[in-house]
T-cell receptor
Framework: GQQVMQIPQYQHVQEGEDFTTYCNSSTTLSNIQWYKQRPGGHPVFLIQLVKSGEVKKQKRLTFQFGEAKKNSSLHITATQTTDVGTYFC???????????FGQGTTLQVKP | NAGVTQTPKFQVLKTGQSMTLQCAQDMNHEYMSWYRQDPGMGLRLIHYSVGAGITDQGEVPNGYNVSRSTTEDFPLRLLSAAPSQTSVYFCASNKQGSTEAFFGQGTRLTVV
């Protein structure tokens, strides 16, 4: 079945450093979504990428979708303490509509 | 517009007990899903539904039942609770063909 792998599992950075998390799918995805979960909270949608090679930016966050539509990345420039949380990628199957999540990357930012 | 509402927020069960986690959405979304979240495992799909009367299994369906008699409600039933079902459970909904999934606040379940 469809599998979505995400690395790294944890990342500790100093405030102001950059951060990147990577997502790989075992199958071609129709789209990839990214979510953020604050400690003790629930996942909140950040963005969706649909096109091969697509790049989208949200302030200091840059999202990329691979050319083969099997991988994606999220890059945060100059992290802030408000960036703390777990970032999940999720791939939706075009056949079933199932949304399958990666394991998530938990980001800690030291002030 | 409350979004996705889950009840209860916390629950402690004894091994072998049964219970139902409730999930309701008021956004007229066709798709609803149940996930469990365990440390290091991310969010794993238990069951999902693409509309009233239609359900299907996700990645980890064993020990759980669902039904979807209305568009709004998607309860998750634990038939005979086991300690391995200790987890945080999230319900989510999204509109068919749409992008974002909306999550409930979660239910923290402990089975002793």
């Amino acid at each position: 079945g469809q599998q979505v792998m995400q690395i790294p599992q944890y990342q500790h950075v100093q405030e102001g450093e950059d951060f990147t998390t990577y997502c790989n799918s075992s199958t071609t995805l129709s789209n990839i979504q990214w979510y953020k979960q604050r400690p003790g909270g629930h996942p909140v949608f950040l963005i969706q990428l649909v096109k091969s090679g697509e790049v989208k930016k949200q302030k200091r966050l840059t999202f990329q979708f691979g050319e083969a539509k099997k991988n994606s990345s999220l890059h945060i420039t100059a992290t802030q303490t408000t960036d703390v949380g777990t970032y999940f990628c999720a791939g939706r199957s075009s056949n079933t509509g199932k949304l399958i999540f990666g394991q998530g990357t938990t980001l800690q930012v030291k002030p | 517009n409350a979004g996705v509402t889950q009840t209860p927020k916390f629950q402690v069960l004894k091994t072998g007990q049964s219970m139902t986690l409730q999930c309701a959405q008021d956004m007229n979304h066709e798709y609803m899903s149940w996930y469990r979240q365990d440390p290091g495992m991310g969010l794993r799909l238990i069951h999902y539904s693409v509309g009233a009367g239609i359900t299907d299994q996700g990645e980890v369906p064993n020990g759980y039942n669902v039904s979807r008699s209305t568009t709004e409600d998607f309860p998750l039933r634990l038939l005979s609770a086991a300690p391995s079902q200790t987890s945080v459970y999230f319900c989510a909904s999204n509109k068919q063909g749409s992008t974002e999934a909306f999550f409930g606040q979660g239910t923290r379940l402990t089975v002793v």
